[in-house]
């Protein structure tokens, strides 16, 4: 199984403040690879697909990159909604994997 | 627009089963595939398997492999996740998620496994 893990685990910022996130997985999984974003109470929310391409109705500040093994998710400007959890998820072998999270959290 | 609706909260024995249904709408079911995939309170997101409403082929995560079964009904466009001999440790928030991508998510179905 592709073990996924992310850093940091908790990202304390300000509004306005760019925010990196990062996954990287155990063996190449190509570009088969999203970011998901999941608030208190709600479902996951598909951000990124296939690495870099933004899902329908995501704003721009959101933007994905990398491939193979190292994957970057950057807020170029965090607004006060984009407080949350963050998922990275590989789709390139089964079983399907997550990482563990990234909780983004006002500073 | 797409929408995946779940049935409600349940509340099981320890031993018991439980039968989660997810129905769509706002599109042709067979297109999108099915995976679902549970939150443990406080906890992140575990991948449980993967069913093609077109085909019916299966994918299980072997830690759920004889406990699961993932089933569609494209007369009514609902699909199932049926979970076996319930532990406490299968507490959890069960979502059903449509796409290649996981592109749309059901509201999610608490499941409280409790003696």
């Known amino acids: 199984e592709i073990v996924l893990t992310q850093s940091p685990a908790t990202l304390s910022l300000s509004p306005g403040e760019r925010a990196t996130l990062s996954c990287r997985a155990s063996?190449?999984?190509?570009?088969?690879f999203a970011w998901f974003q999941q608030k208190p109470g709600q479902a996951p929310r598909l951000l990124i697909y296939?690495?870099?391409n933004r899902a329908t109705g995501i704003p721009a500040r959101f933007s994905g990159s990398g491939s193979g093994t190292d994957f970057t998710l950057t807020i170029s400007s965090l607004e006060p909604e984009d407080f949350a959890v963050y998922y990275c998820?590989?789709?390139?072998?089964?079983?399907?994997?997550f990482g563990q999270g990234t909780k983004v959290e006002i500073k | 627009q797409v929408q995946l609706v779940q049935s409600g909260p349940e509340v099981k024995k320890p031993g018991a089963s439980v039968k989660v249904s997810c129905k769509a709408s706002?599109?042709?079911?067979?297109?999108?595939?099915i995976s679902w995939v549970r939150q443990a309170p406080g906890q992140g997101l575990e991948w449980m398997g993967w069913?093609?409403?077109?085909?019916?082929?299966?994918n299980y995560a072997q830690k759920f492999q004889g406990r699961v079964t993932m089933t569609t009904d494209t007369s009514t466009s609902t699909a199932y996740m049926e979970l076996r001999s319930l532990t406490s440790d299968d507490t959890a928030v069960y979502y059903c998620?449509?796409?290649?991508?996981?592109?749309?998510w059901g509201q999610g179905t608490l499941v409280t496994v409790s003696s």
């Open positions: 706002g599109y042709t079911f067979s297109t999108y595939d």
């Open positions: 296939d690495a870099s």
């Open positions: 069913i093609s409403p077109y085909k019916g082929n299966t």
């Open positions: 998620a449509g796409g290649t991508n996981f592109d749309y």
């Open positions: 998820q590989q789709r390139s072998n089964w079983p399907r994997t």
């Open positions: 063996q190449s999984v190509g570009s088969y």
